[in-house]
T-cell receptor, first 111, second 113 residues
């Protein structure tokens, strides 16, 4: 069974610090990886997608993928209180279109 | 930015009743999905729909569930006989192709009493 595991937290960081969020996945054929942000009571919002090993940067966000270790992470630089949310890791495998989500990590950025 | 629209935002029903959740995907998108999230739990895949038929479904999507695209714009999820455990936030989503950004609607909170 495909599993995506996340440290549920909660994770608290001071404003301006780097927040590091981690995710592991069990399905070795997983090909595409996504980080979503979900505010309480709202729908998931895509932040980053990553498909190949290495780092991908977009503004204050950097996604890192290591397929050998089955590990994907998200770094948020210069964290802001508005970044406070639950961050969901998700993956897809092969031709499957469905996203498998982790349980999410709750991040709080303290002013 | 274009949006996926879901109605109603809240639905309260009695156990055993039928409910229909409605979605209007983004107009040029070809793939449509339903996900659900029980309070405090993971977002779970229910079903994907392409070219007027189901392309994938999860174990959750049993005979009590059905989907339909009755016209060129709406995409519906029907639960025939609701159970208490069907209480959840139901998200509709769409994308133009399978490897492209998935757009989620704002969700329908279903409460089964």
């Amino acid at each position: 069974q495909k599993e995506v595991e996340q440290n549920s937290g909660p994770l608290s960081v001071p404003e301006g610090a780097i927040a590091s969020l981690n995710c592991t996945y069990s399905d070795r054929v997983s090909q595409s990886f996504f980080w979503y942000r979900q505010y309480s009571g709202k729908s998931p919002e895509l932040i980053m997608s990553i498909y190949s090993n290495g780092d991908k940067e977009d503004g204050r966000f950097t996604a890192q993928l290591n397929k050998a270790s089955q590990y994907v992470s998200l770094l948020i630089r210069d964290s802001q209180p508005s970044d406070s949310a639950t961050y969901l890791c998700a993956s897809t495998s092969g031709s499957a279109r469905q996203l498998t989500f982790g349980s999410g990590t709750q991040l709080t950025v303290l002013p | 930015e274009p949006e996926v629209t879901q109605t109603p935002s809240h639905q309260v029903t009695q156990m055993g009743q039928e409910v229909i959740l409605r979605c209007v995907p983004i107009s040029n998108h070809l793939y449509f999905y339903w996900y659900r999230q029980i309070l405090g739990q993971k977002v779970e895949f229910l079903v994907s729909f392409y070219n007027n038929e189901i392309s994938e479904k999860s174990e959750i999507f049993d005979d009590q569930f059905s989907v339909e695209r009755p016209d060129g714009s709406n995409f519906t999820l029907k639960i025939r006989s609701t159970k208490l455990e069907d209480s959840a936030m139901y998200f509709c989503a769409s994308n133009p192709a399978t490897n492209e950004k998935l757009f989620f609607g704002s969700g329908t909170q279903l409460s089964v009493l």
